[in-house]
């Protein structure tokens, strides 16, 4: 019962977030900042991952193809495959949401905790507006942080398959050709929406709707971690049976 309390509260907060909107001028400011904060404050650390993650890939792979038959091409193919469908837009989206996730959840816990949430509502703001909204519009800039991902993912791969001596440049090349299918990038991208929304939002009710003081603000940046990962695990899931299957 608690779990469906929580649900009906969460789809209460997203209509409320598009309700008596605050003025423009102030938004526009409001979006710009979470814009720098959220999406080109993890930039850093999303280019860091990303490349060593698809030099793994690409060396685990090339480790595991040792026979002479099985073309070169396809550790190309692998790594491509990988960090397009899954490493970039999923393991990317998890990591974003212990960091982007737990920053939303505290600093909106930390206003909840300090009454400036009770401040705005006095003043006749709506406060689920003025903290959520511009959170979700920064975030649909997110597939422009998870194209660098892909781009720098596979450029990882093609490092350290190179550099490596597992196979030729041409070879790689070629694999990263080899049976492309456009509706891949679709597929990524349409997930990177989802999970960007995701993020933006299930941070942030935990933050609003926390109790208690500067010792729960910690506990509730922990739970919207966990309930984050979650919930794009299983969108996730639910994504890939809906566009792929």
């Known amino acids: 019962m608690r779990y469906l309390s929580d649900i009906g509260?969460?789809?209460?907060?997203?209509?409320?977030?598009?309700?008596?909107?605050?003025?423009?001028?102030?938004?526009?400011?409001?979006?710009?900042?979470?814009?720098?904060?959220?999406?080109?404050?993890?930039?850093?650390?999303?280019?860091?991952?990303s490349f060593f993650i698809g030099a793994v890939v690409t060396i685990q792979t090339a480790l595991n193809l040792t026979n002479p038959?099985?073309?070169?091409?396809?550790?190309?193919?692998?790594?491509?495959?990988?960090?397009i469908l899954e490493f970039a837009p999923t393991f990317v989206s998890i990591i974003m949401a212990g960091k982007v996730g737990s920053y939303i959840t505290s600093s909106i816990g930390t206003m909840r905790v300090?009454?400036?949430i009770d401040a705005l509502d006095v003043m006749g703001v709506n406060s689920l507006n003025y903290l959520v909204f511009p959170k979700i519009i920064a975030m649909l800039l997110y597939p422009f942080a998870i194209a660098i991902s892909m781009y720098v993912g596979i450029f990882g791969g093609w490092i350290a398959g190179v550099l490596g001596g597992f196979l030729t440049s041409a070879d790689f090349v070629e694999g990263l050709k080899l049976d492309f299918i456009p509706f891949h990038i679709t597929y990524a991208f349409i997930k990177?929406?989802?999970?960007?929304?995701?993020?933006?939002?299930?941070?942030?009710f935990h933050g609003f709707y926390m109790k208690g003081g500067a010792l729960e603000v910690g506990k509730a940046s922990t739970t919207a971690f966990v309930w984050t990962s979650v919930v794009i695990v299983i969108a996730n899931y639910v994504l890939t049976q809906l566009l792929l299957s």
């Open 192 to 204: 990177t929406l989802v999970f960007a929304l995701i993020i933006a939002t299930v941070p942030s």
């Open 114 to 116: 300090t009454e400036q």
């Open 9 to 49: 509260s969460f789809a209460i907060m997203i209509v409320e977030v598009f309700k008596k909107p605050t003025k423009w001028r102030m938004m526009k400011t409001l979006i710009l900042k979470e814009i720098d904060e959220l999406i080109f404050g993890s930039l850093g650390i999303i280019i860091f991952i």
């Open 69 to 83: 038959i099985i073309p070169r091409n396809l550790i190309g193919f692998t790594t491509r495959q990988s960090v």
